[in-house]
């Protein structure tokens, strides 16, 4: 699952969501500059990759890009998935998705000084941008992916995976339901 998945299973608590927010931009296990609690989102975070990258419903949606984007399907059906949940976002939460978007981004504001170089940059982008809506619409994760393609410069244009989407996208949500509805399942107390 991508940024928006992984801020809503981060349960409402500050310290899970900055903990979820940085793991990406961190490698191996030394966490002596964090907080205990922060440290618990890192690992929350790896904790929700493992879960997604072993569910059926995730395999089954990888398998679907693997003609043109095999390298780079669990990144697609990470940020895919991200659109299901911002588009049915109320089904999930009693607060609205721009609602949720404008406290996430508050609360990662105001912990910056836990951020690391690289994720402090991307919380730029990302507030500049407001992706977390943006993956509500297809023109917005089509401008992630464009975004991500230059990034990656691997010379794939991800953005172009868009039509495969929408032969898909039926099947796509329906493994998204799936997956999710396990997820908050698992991670939501």
Same mark, same amino acid.
């Given at each position: 699952m991508n940024y928006l998945a992984h801020a809503f299973l981060s349960n409402n608590d500050?310290?899970?969501?900055? &903990?979820?927010?940085?793991?990406? *931009?961190?490698?191996?296990?030394?966490?002596?500059n964090y907080p205990t609690e922060i440290i618990n989102g890192i690992y929350l975070h790896r904790k929700i990759d493992s879960f997604t990258d072993n569910h059926l419903s995730f395999k089954a949606s990888k398998r679907l890009f693997y003609g043109n984007?095999?390298?780079y399907s669990g990144i697609l059906i990470d940020i895919y998935f991200d659109y299901f949940l911002a588009k049915k976002f109320t089904k999930y939460s009693n607060t609205s998705l721009k609602e949720?978007?404008?406290?996430?981004?508050?609360?990662?504001?105001?912990?910056? *000084?836990?951020?690391?170089q690289s994720?402090?940059?991307?919380?730029?982008y990302v507030i500049k941008n407001n992706?977390?809506?943006?993956?509500?619409?297809?023109? &917005?994760?089509?401008?992630?992916?464009?975004?991500?393609?230059?990034?990656?410069? *691997? &010379?794939?244009?991800?953005n172009e995976s868009i039509s495969i989407f929408r032969e898909n996208e039926l099947a796509l949500e329906s493994n998204f339901d799936l997956l999710f509805s396990d997820a908050?399942?698992?991670?939501?107390?």
């Open positions: 500050d310290n899970l969501l900055i &903990g979820n927010f940085i793991a990406d *931009h961190l490698r191996g296990n030394n966490f002596k984007y095999e390298r949720f978007c404008e406290i996430v981004y508050t609360t990662y504001s105001n912990n910056q *000084h836990y951020l690391p994720s402090s940059r991307f919380l730029e992706i977390y809506s943006a993956y509500s619409s297809l023109e &917005g994760i089509e401008k992630v992916l464009f975004h991500l393609s230059h990034r990656i410069q *691997h &010379g794939v244009m991800l908050v399942n698992e991670f939501i107390k």
